[in-house]
Structures are given as C-alpha cells and as structure tokens.
C-alpha cells in the first residue's frame, strides 16, 4: 500500500460514528431547512476558488494553464480556509469550483465527454475538510459567464456553437444550453460524473455525503440579456430531477439570477436565492415574500461585504442596516431567509504564510491582513459577528488572531 493510500485508509477510519451530527441531512421543512429537527442557517462565506483557482501562480513543475492562470490550490490553503470560517462563525461554503469545472487542461472535464480524474484531489480535500470542521457545502453546476472554471458556454462550445459570451445581447443561440437535447444530456452526464465520484477521505460519494447540502442548478443564470431570467421551467425542472434521482437527500436551488416566478411551483426546486450588489433592502423583503408565497426557503448566495461599487459612489443601506434585517427575521416563527454568504474570502498564499493571496473584482475578504483599513476591519467585525449571531451565538466585534493555518472553532469559548 502507498503512503498516500494509507492515509486515506487512516482518515476514512477516524471519521465520527454513523451518529454524529456531521453524517445527518439537511432538509426542508416548508420554508425551513432543519437538521435533527432543528433550525439550520446558511450564512456563511462563497469560497469560489477551493476546486481550481486563477490566482496563484504554483511552483515550476506544479499543473498550471496559462492562458487562464488556472491551478490547483494546495491543501494548506484549502485547510487554512475551513479554520479561517470556524474562527468567523460561519456555518455553510458556496464554491462554484466544487460543482463547475470544464473546459480546460485542469478542469474535471476538459472536453466533452473526457475526465481528468486529478481535479478531484482538490474538491475530495475540500469537502473532507469541511466535514471534518463542521461545515457545510453549496455548489452550482454551471455557470452563466465564461470563466476560467467554465460553463454553459463551454457545453454550447463542445457542440460547436462558439458565440461571444460579452454581447450586448447575447447571440440568441445561447438558449440552445437549455432547449437542445443533446446538450441538455451533455450536462447530464458531467452531473452523473460529478455526484456519483467517491471521494477516497470519506469514502462516500458526493451524492451520498451530507456535508453537500444542496447543489444549484448554477450561477446566475439567465437568457441573452443579462437579469433577464430567462431559464425555461422545463429545463429547471428537468435538471433539479435529475439530481434528486441521484441524490435523493440533496436539496436543489434554483440557480436562475433572481427569483424566477416561473420556477416556483417546481416541485424538485427547494430553495431560492438572490444576489446584492449592491445591498438592497427593497429588494430583500421583495425577494422573501416571493419566497414566502411558494413557501420555500431563500438564501442571499452572494451579497457585497463592502462599498466597493464598480467605480461608482456607494449606495444601498449600510452593512449594519443590511444584516440586522436578515437577523431580525430569525425571530420570527417562519423566517423564510436563511441566511447569507459574503463575497468572497481569501486567505494566505500556503504554504507561505507571509503573503495573502489577491483578487481583482474589489471585494475580497482577507481576514486578518495587517494591510487592511480600519473601515475594512470594522466591517469584517462586523460580518463575524453577524455570522455567530446566525447560528444562536453572541461574540462582540473584536477579530481574534488566526495563526497559518490556523485553529479548529473548538479552541474557541464562545457563548
């Protein structure tokens, strides 16, 4: 046996009893997610990067794509990250990378049809990882962009229908994703490759591990305007059954860009969602109560930590303002909201723990980075809190120390 084997063996063998809360489900109960009868939340951090990354150029001799700077990450950064989430309170993880990955060398599928086995190294780590620190997963399938991750444009592409992902409307062949057949099976059969991979940590697979908690039909979806919303129910409904035939405890959200009236009543879509950029309070309370009156849970799935507005002024209510609404809601009998996830964090460059890695879209979330302004520490407190508070608990607005890579929550006393 390798070492590599036999650590794997090792690890699968110290996984907690059958019992324990980390192998229990969550699921829906109305416009509630529950866990062993309790209420669960799902405020927490999108990790976007943790199966592929764009950021970080590895060492000489490390898999790398240049042309879309895509590497793997190291395991040290993947861990740094879980204890980086336990020390802010979070309780869920959304990474478009634990759910999309085709269309270059690194990716799960580079081409139609053909697997690179490798890229689940990373994603087996992560949701390992998260297991083991009591966290919680959500990930989308595709991705409406045309990222170095890839997505529903690398599905047209695989067929040969190579339109311009940046048109000011989109070439209408965009729709062949969702109405053509073949294409539709295509996508399929990546979801069937995905779901059914037993991770070597766990051994269990990703259909089966109950630290996925749900998957999303995929990120910010939409037709050839951009927020049009344009996602035929019946390609909805046909992919959100098709993961449940799979994996009959997973939960499906809608992964339309807003909340898609014309989903609503798809009895396979359990949860909707949002994203704020800006923050939008109107918007919120507009998106609970369409939530509210199919009786299903909403989920803020991205919303701007901070001020950063594209170059524009800052607009929308403040942070406080923004999170104090969604806490509010927890006291009420039927919360409809359950909870929200920041964009995005990033931490150290592991193994070395002297650089913190950057991205460019202005919202990265660096927890702890001496480089930070007060106005970014003040509101990074503030999200912490925010967090705890989700989850029943109260921490004041200080930033405790993480050192690399940093402890589990359970060294933490917290009330």
Request: a negative charge; one cysteine or more.
């Amino acid at each position: 046996m390798s070492i590599y084997a036999f650590f794997v063996a090792i690890l699968a063998l110290t996984d907690a009893a059958p019992g324990s809360i980390r192998n229990s489900y969550v699921y829906r109960d109305g416009a509630e997610l529950k866990i062993d009868g309790q209420r669960f939340t799902t405020s927490g951090a999108n990790v976007y990067w943790l199966g592929l990354d764009e950021n970080v150029i590895p060492p000489s001799g490390k898999p790398f794509y240049p042309p879309f700077n895509a590497s793997y990450p190291t395991f040290g950064r993947i861990t740094e990250i879980m204890n980086t989430l336990n020390t802010m309170g979070a309780n869920v993880i959304r990474s478009q990378t634990l759910g999309v990955s085709v269309g270059n060398p690194l990716s799960l599928m580079p081409s139609l049809g053909v697997y690179n086995q490798e890229a689940f190294k990373t994603m087996d780590w992560t949701v390992y990882q998260a297991r083991e620190h009591g966290l919680r997963i959500f990930a989308p399938l595709t991705d409406n962009y045309d990222y170095y991750h890839g997505g529903k444009f690398s599905f047209l592409r695989f067929r040969g229908i190579n339109i311009s992902s940046t048109a000011s409307p989109i070439f209408p062949l965009v729709q062949q994703f969702y109405t053509n057949a073949t294409i539709v099976a295509d996508f399929k059969s990546y979801i069937h490759h995905l779901l059914t991979h037993l991770n070597p940590y766990t051994n269990l697979t990703y259909a089966e591990d109950s630290t996925i908690f749900a998957y999303e039909t995929g990120n910010e979806l939409g037709g050839p305007v951009f927020g049009d919303m344009d996602v035929p129910a019946s390609w909805t409904a046909e992919i959100s059954s098709y993961i449940k035939k799979l994996a009959p405890k997973k939960l499906v959200i809608d992964g339309t860009y807003g909340i898609n009236k014309t989903n609503l009543a798809i009895p396979t879509v359990d949860i909707v969602s949002d994203h704020f950029y800006p923050r939008n309070l109107t918007k919120l309370d507009n998106d609970i109560s369409l939530a509210a009156s199919a009786n299903k849970p909403y989920i803020v799935g991205e919303f701007a930590w901070n001020n950063y507005n594209y170059g524009n002024p800052p607009s929308g209510p403040s942070l406080v303002d923004f999170l104090d609404a969604i806490e509010a809601r927890q006291n009420l009998t039927k919360p409809v909201v359950t909870g929200d996830l920041f964009w995005s964090l990033f931490m150290h460059d592991v193994p070395d723990c002297t650089r913190y890695v950057n991205h460019s879209d202005g919202f990265a979330l660096q927890y702890g980075n001496p480089a930070n302004t007060r106005v970014n520490n003040s509101d990074i407190a503030v999200v912490r809190r925010h967090l705890f508070r989700m989850r029943g608990k109260e921490v004041g607005l200080g930033l405790p120390s993480t050192p690399c890579p940093g402890p589990k929550e359970s060294d933490y006393n917290v009330t």
